[in-house]
């Protein structure tokens, strides 16, 4: 069945990077638009970016635009978040989402388990 | 951006009791409105998707409504494993958006 499992969280200084990863199992990956979303501690969920099948179009929260980086390795069945100049309203625990189609839109439909960044000094 | 409201943000409900939660769009999305849940510590789980149809393996005591603007997710006869959060989100347009959540809680 699918499964996604998300790892590269950690502690990190403001300003610092960090790169995500999603490794994808269960499902051809080549095949489907994948997304980051987060959430804070405590708040709701906040969508981060998303990448097209084939990586050919990405889009992004104006909260990370220009500091974070979606990307994937459809060879590798992962899919990446390269995180710039983090700050301390990063902070979250950050899902990838797999996208699962209604016929006319897509959707999240699968959800990894979350990898938790805490950006602090 | 299109703005996504839940109401109630919170709720007390009892074993056996029907539910429902609304949301409401800043602008029409047609039907790309989906529903999840969300336990403690946990990652969010897909309930609904074109704001009716149910997602593989979710019980059929959950069901959606609505079109346009404004939106409902029923839950027909509460569970002790339904206490939870739930959240609905448009994917008619990006950047996605999720309503603020209402939480289900036992009275």
């Known amino acids: 069945q699918v499964q996604l499992v998300e790892s590269g969280g950690g502690v990190v200084q403001p300003g610092r990077s960090l790169r995500l990863s999603c490794a994808a199992y269960g499902f051809t990956l080549s095949s489907y638009g994948m997304h980051w979303v987060r959430q804070a501690p405590g708040k709701g969920l906040d969508w981060v970016a998303v990448t097209s099948y084939d990586g050919s179009n990405k889009y992004y929260a104006d909260s990370v635009k220009g500091r974070f980086s979606i990307s994937r390795d459809n060879s590798k069945n992962t899919v990446y978040l390269q995180m710039n100049s983090l700050r301390a309203e990063d902070t979250a625990v950050y899902y990838c989402?797999?996208?699962?189609?209604?016929?006319?839109?897509?959707?999240?439909?699968?959800w990894g388990q979350g990898t938790l960044v805490t950006v602090s000094s | 951006d299109i703005q996504m409201t839940q109401s109630p943000s919170s709720l007390s409900a009892s074993i056996g009791d029907r539910v429902t939660i609304t949301c409401r769009a800043s602008?029409?999305?047609?039907?790309?409105l989906a529903w999840f849940q969300q336990k403690p510590g946990k990652a969010p789980k897909s309930l609904i998707y074109?704001?009716?149809s149910l997602q593989s393996g979710v019980p059929s005591k959950f069901s959606g409504s609505g079109s346009g603007t404004d939106f409902t997710l029923t839950i027909s006869s509460l569970q002790p494993e339904d206490f939870a959060t739930y959240y609905c989100q448009q994917y008619n347009s990006y950047p996605w958006t999720f309503g603020q959540g209402t939480k289900v809680e036992i009275k």
């Open positions: 989402a797999k996208e699962g189609y209604d016929g006319s839109g897509s959707y999240p439909d699968h």
């Open positions: 602008q029409g999305i047609s039907n790309y």
């Open positions: 074109a704001a009716s």
